[in-house]
């Protein structure tokens, strides 16, 4: 199937920003170290708390999070599939002029092999 086709879901929504009196989740021990959020609450920047919820079907393109910076994910129902490389392998996703990296790497098919040479 054909990743065009796929179902779009909500993305970026601030949940937490929003409702701030409502506490749907405590951010586990690993994570707490949030240098990012931490200098957005401090210098009151917009957050990168977000929530994102998707049907059968909706996908997130391949990416790094924002300023490389991490993330964590639950899942509250259903299956996500991980297709994770590890930085070895980014010149690979990288683009003929070494720029942007390709990010529908689940459909083969419709990846410009000029445009991404060494996928």
Known sequence: ???RNCTPYLKDW???KDFPNVSIYETPE???DD???LYCDAVGKNDY???YCGSKGSYTPLHHDVLKSY???VNIFGTKLWILYPPSQCEYLLDAQKRKY???VLDEASIDKEEYPNF
């Open 102 to 104: 390709i990010t529908n």
């Open 71 to 73: 993330s964590w994910s």
């Open 35 to 37: 240098w990012l959020n």
């Open 1 to 3: 199937e054909s990743l």
């Open 14 to 16: 601030h949940f937490v």
């Open 49 to 51: 708390r977000f929530l």
């Open 30 to 32: 690993f994570f707490r």
